[in-house]
């Protein structure tokens, strides 16, 4: 036993010190110069954005989100004020806020005046809390003019694309002066246009799927910013595997799903939705153990109990699943789906892992028609509501 834990001991030695290496290798290749830009075939090249320019306008909005919009356990059918742990969370009180909370989204526009939102149809209405999909193709350029209509400092930082300073979207002590880099933090009223670049080390790798997933956020705060519920996705296909508004060839339907224990005890809304939403504001106490657990929502795309909509789809297409996870050490997920299968790296499924900001594709090929259950597996959390339904005609 003590040889074996010695053999443990100097592997994860040595693939710590490999890692370090390679790790080190690649922040130094990657910081050199900001303005370049480089394909990760070809060590060195300075890559050539041949693509297109894909233009999103997108604001911050406040908004009043209600989780449970229907007022009914979709799951079961019974009202939520009759369920006994589902009231728990839902419904408001003399000390309670109850399902509907302010929060701050990220919304489309239609331009840059921001006076028309964007509807988004029965294809994406299940993103809810989500802000809207970017696509792009490995090759583009993103722009983002974005406005912050919300009453908080917001930003819009993206993973995974290339971006200089100014564009990030995170302030931090990194040496920079605030001059260089605008995007940071955007105060109310404000606007900012952010240009992120898709080179090929954006894109899919060699044993991914024709496209992949990556978030954005806000990252002033960001801890109190992902709980106002400011995250979005940005999907990537890979190079000439594109139509031409970014979504991926031969796929039939797209759906993104955000798995968290959205901690409204935490949203910079907090004190704002006492005081709306409680019978008594006075009369809470925030540090009460009971009043800090009714306002654990555990959403999907922030609904709970059944209440996401528009996961519908037809039997025997290709459906690619990008299923991500935003939040603390609570937020270990296990997304299951009945009913069928899916294929991961090319291997066969029907539940996948997620941490905390991590982010997955699957596909499936659906062929057993009816309305199946898509739920968190973890018992605490599909008992406090982390459970939805999807539908295959």
Known sequence: MNLIKIMFVVLAISFSAFASVVGYQYFTHENHNHDSLYDTNVPGQTYNYSGQTRTYYIASDEVQWNYAPTGINQITGV?????KIASVYTISGKDRIGSTYIKCLYREYSDSTFTTQKTLGAKWEHLGMLGPVIHAEVGDVIKVVFKNNCSIPTSMHPHGVLYDKASEGAP???????????????????????IWKVPERAGPGPHDPSSIVWMYHSHVDEVSDSYAGLEGPIIITRHGEANPDGTPKGVDREFVTMFSVMNENNSPYIDKNIQMFTQSPSSVNKDDDEFQESNLMHSINGYVYGNLPGLKMKANTHVRWYVVDVGTEVD???????????????????????????????????DNVGTWLFHCHVNDHLTAGMLSMFTVE
Request: glycine share 8%; net charge negative.
């Open 172 to 194: 931090y002590n990194d040496g920079v002066p605030d001059s260089d880099k605008p995007g940071e933090s955007i105060l109310p009223g404000n606007n900012f246009t952010y």
């Open 79 to 83: 009202p939520l004020k009759d369920d």
């Open 332 to 366: 270990l997920h296990t997304p299951h789906w009945h009913g069928e299968t899916l294929l991961m790296n090319g291997m066969r499924t029907d539940m996948v892992e997620l941490l905390p900001m991590s982010m997955k594709v699957l596909d499936m090929y659906p």
